[in-house]
């Protein structure tokens, strides 16, 4: 049993910088990597970002390369999703999920993603 609980969410404008925070509770979450996905209104989750539990493995999808940088802090507890160059398509509720099993699974490179967040809204203006 391990909590999820996003935050930094908001409305900026194209162009601009957001940095996304998830902060764990409960039990520990070990050596699990964690990662970002994303969902718009009608569509399916989508994966965004993950990293290995040192940190010096990361994947990112296509559309974010370059724009997005994920990081963490194990000390702390938490992960960081910075989100540079926003651009309206990345509006969506963005997730926070850590690798284990789940009743609710998506694999990405072979790493289940199966413990969630309840999210938080990124909404970019035009």
């Known amino acids: 049993q391990v909590q999820l609980v996003e935050s930094g969410g908001g409305l900026v404008q194209a162009g601009g910088s957001l940095r996304l925070s998830c902060a764990t509770s409960?039990?520990?979450?070990?050596?699990?990597?964690m990662a970002w996905f994303r969902q718009a209104p009608g569509k399916d989750r989508e994966f965004v970002a993950y990293?290995?539990?040192?940190?010096?493995?990361?994947y990112y999808a296509d559309s974010v390369k370059g724009r997005f940088t994920i990081s963490r802090d194990n000390a702390k507890n938490t992960v960081y999703l910075q989100m540079n160059s926003l651009k309206p398509e990345d509006t969506a509720i963005y997730y926070c999920?850590?690798?284990?099993?789940?009743?609710?699974?998506?694999?990405?490179?072979?790493?289940?993603?199966?413990?969630w967040g309840q999210g938080t809204q990124v909404t970019v203006s035009s």
């Open positions: 999920a850590a690798e284990g099993s789940g009743s609710y699974s998506i694999t990405i490179n072979g790493r289940n993603f199966g413990s």
């Open positions: 409960g039990r520990t979450i070990g050596r699990s990597a």
């Open positions: 990293i290995s539990w040192t940190g010096a493995g990361t």
